[in-house]
């Protein structure tokens, strides 16, 4: 009789402790919430909104009340004009191209005349290019058009905005890709520039936690069917920028191929963008932005989760064992 008094004395401490606590964790999470950022009185600035992400966040941004200061490479092309006519007043369409100095220091002046009183909240270092070649095939000059857009046209914009940013105890979020981790043929400058990108990030991230700047990183995987990032070329294309000494060793018809596995494997990627917008959307606004956020479909997430920790020659067999490494290596150096 006292075992059954006590036994059932336990399930009613346990239940009611379990409903304490979710009510209390339903608390805490709905005071969280009541504390994410919206945007009336905050300014964000994007990088690289003429298409793609940066486009599309800067609409919704404007939409949730931000100032928005959306960096176009091209103002006066078809995506700024789109974008500045559907937007409302508050959303300012610069000049900025993240490479040139000049136009960073201009864009800072710009948006220090025309701060709203909450001032700069958000930075999202979003311009980018990406390319395939394997390395071989790359010159460094391909590799330092690489760095100064997706790198250092990061770090330049930072180093300017951050003063305001931390002023604000606001957010650095920056874009970067699965690549930055996961190593893969033909992707050699684009990944070094994002791998190079997160270093960046997450020093800073350490730097500013004691000013209560909060640093996002976005990888996305494959959205290249949802932006303008992917430009055509042919392996025709690649293999006539080669030299001489070049072209005596490497396979046109392999170039073919290999162009060929790249565009179909981009044509099975997202066609939509929203979880991309989300994740950023959630980098911006939320009280407790997450550090990464990995943007892949849920069947490869748990790869691309465990990838980064997986040995060296475990990671380096899931291309070597693939069947168009054996094509490769039959006929790369093949004439
Ligand atoms: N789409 C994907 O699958 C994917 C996956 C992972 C990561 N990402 C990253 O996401 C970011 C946005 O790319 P997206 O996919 O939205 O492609 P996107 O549509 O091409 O957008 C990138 C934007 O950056 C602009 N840009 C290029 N060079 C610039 C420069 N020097 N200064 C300022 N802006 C410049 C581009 O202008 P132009 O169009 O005139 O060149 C374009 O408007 C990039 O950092 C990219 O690496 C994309």
């Known amino acids: 009789m006292n075992t059954i008094f006590v036994i059932g004395q336990i399930i009613g401490i346990t239940s009611i402790s379990v409903a304490l606590l979710f009510a209390l964790a339903k608390l805490v999470s709905r005071h969280h919430r009541s504390h994410d950022q919206d945007g009336y009185g905050s300014a964000v600035l994007i990088t690289g909104c003429d298409s793609g992400f940066g486009h599309q966040l800067a609409r919704v941004l404007d939409d949730k009340g931000f100032v928005v200061f959306a960096g176009c490479l091209a103002p006066e092309g078809p995506g700024a004009q789109n974008l500045a006519e559907k937007s409302s007043s508050n959303l300012k369409v610069l000049k900025l191209d993240v490479t040139s100095n000049e136009e960073v220091q201009q864009a800072k002046k710009t948006v220090l005349q025309n701060l709203p009183d909450k001032g700069l909240w958000a930075v999202v270092s979003n311009a980018g290019i990406t390319d395939w070649a394997e390395i071989e095939w790359s010159s460094i000059e391909d590799f330092q058009r690489m760095m ?137 606004t939320s009280s407790r932005p997450k550090y990464r956020y990995l943007l892949v479909s849920t069947v490869d997430m748990l790869f691309f989760q465990l990838f980064p920790f997986l040995p060296t020659a475990l990671t380096d067999a899931v291309f070597s064992l693939s069947p168009m490494y054996g094509k490769r290596k039959a006929l790369l150096y093949a004439k």
């Open 148 to 284: 100064d857009i997706n790198l250092f046209g990061s770090i330049r914009v930072s180093s300017a905005f951050l003063p305001l940013v931390r002023a604000a105890k606001g957010r650095m979020v920056f874009m970067s890709s699965i690549f930055a981790f996961f190593n893969c043929l033909n992707m050699g400058a684009y990944s070094v520039s994002k791998r190079g990108l997160e270093a960046f990030a997450d020093c800073l991230r350490v730097e500013m936690a004691s000013f209560g700047v909060k640093v996002s990183i976005i990888q996305p995987g494959n959205f290249g069917q949802a932006t303008n990032i992917l430009k055509m070329k042919t392996g025709l294309d690649i293999w006539e920028k080669l030299d001489g000494e070049r072209k005596q060793i490497f396979n046109l018809q392999y170039m073919e191929l290999a162009n060929e596995y790249f565009m179909s494997t981009c044509k099975e990627g997202f066609k939509d963008a929203s979880m991309v917008i989300d994740a950023m959307l959630h980098a911006v």
